[in-house]
């Protein structure tokens, strides 16, 4: 099959998965999970961890055609293996069939059962950034999995950051690179004014102690209610200054 066949048919399913019934999904091999330990992992700071644990999942035998798909912010690997993802890409017959394909779903550091702050480090943990996500990633499919070449890097969201990250530091290992759902350009907008916000309310936050929580913070729990209402709020706005273009009167509060 041709490579644009191929792209075609995964873009095509992703689409179509979107609208997909999870009683519609279709049976792919069960998933296999593993860790492994890399030693004296050197982060782009230079700080370095002893043992950095990268977990991973993957579907489908190692002599089939590499694939890896990376997944979005606060999720995992397994967040990948939704019905309406995984259940319309990897069954008999479809785009990444894993009868075919050896899919990797790696969790990114700081994500999931790999290596993260909450361990217990905290702060103390490195900071880590995209580059070293990627850097990590490439060290578990090529030393531990020893995978040379894969057939496709596909990411979505945070995925899909790392994605084009992948295709200009490592172009060589992938055919083909597909970033979802994501741009290669700087945050902005209310994107960044929602990731400022709540950064600085856990700084502020009396709780905080130098850098270090001791327990749950109430400010921490209140900015969980915030968060939908400031979204709410922001389209509030976004649509009242589009009615003030256009000469029409704001729609008012309900009392």
């Not at 050896?102 to 994500?111: C, F, N, R, T």
């Not at 290669?184 to 990731?195: A, D, I």
């Amino acid at each position: 099959m041709k490579l644009t066949t191929v792209l075609a048919r995964v873009v095509w399913a992703l689409a179509l998965s979107l609208a997909a019934l999870p009683g519609l999904a279709a049976d792919y091999p069960a998933p296999r999970e593993g860790d492994w330990i890399v030693r004296d992992f050197r982060f782009h700071t230079g700080e370095v961890l002893p043992e950095l644990r990268l977990h991973y999942a993957t579907v489908g035998a190692p002599t089939g055609e590499p694939v890896l798909i990376l997944h979005g912010t606060t999720q995992s690997g397994a967040s990948m293996l939704s019905p309406v993802f995984a259940g319309e890409l990897l069954g008999p017959g479809q785009p990444l069939d894993a009868s075919r394909y050896y899919v990797i779903l790696p969790d990114a550091i700081g994500h999931g059962k790999s290596s993260k702050p909450s361990d217990g480090l905290r702060t103390r943990f490195p900071k880590y950034n995209y580059d070293d996500m990627v850097d990590a990633q490439y060290r578990l499919v090529t030393e531990h999995l020893g995978v040379r070449h894969l057939r496709l890097v596909l990411g979505f969201s945070m995925g899909g950051m790392e994605t084009w990250i992948f295709a200009q530091k490592y172009p060589g290992i992938m055919d083909i690179a597909v970033p979802m759902a994501s741009l290669p350009t700087e945050m902005s907008g209310r994107n960044w004014m929602l990731r400022r916000l709540i950064l600085d309310t856990i700084r502020n936050d009396p709780d905080w102690k130098t850098d270090n929580y001791s327990g749950p913070s109430q400010r921490a729990v209140r900015l969980g209610v915030l968060r939908p209402g400031y979204q709410r709020g922001q389209s509030g706005v976004i649509q009242g200054s589009a009615d003030a273009r256009e000469g029409r009167r704001a729609p008012q509060p309900a009392a």
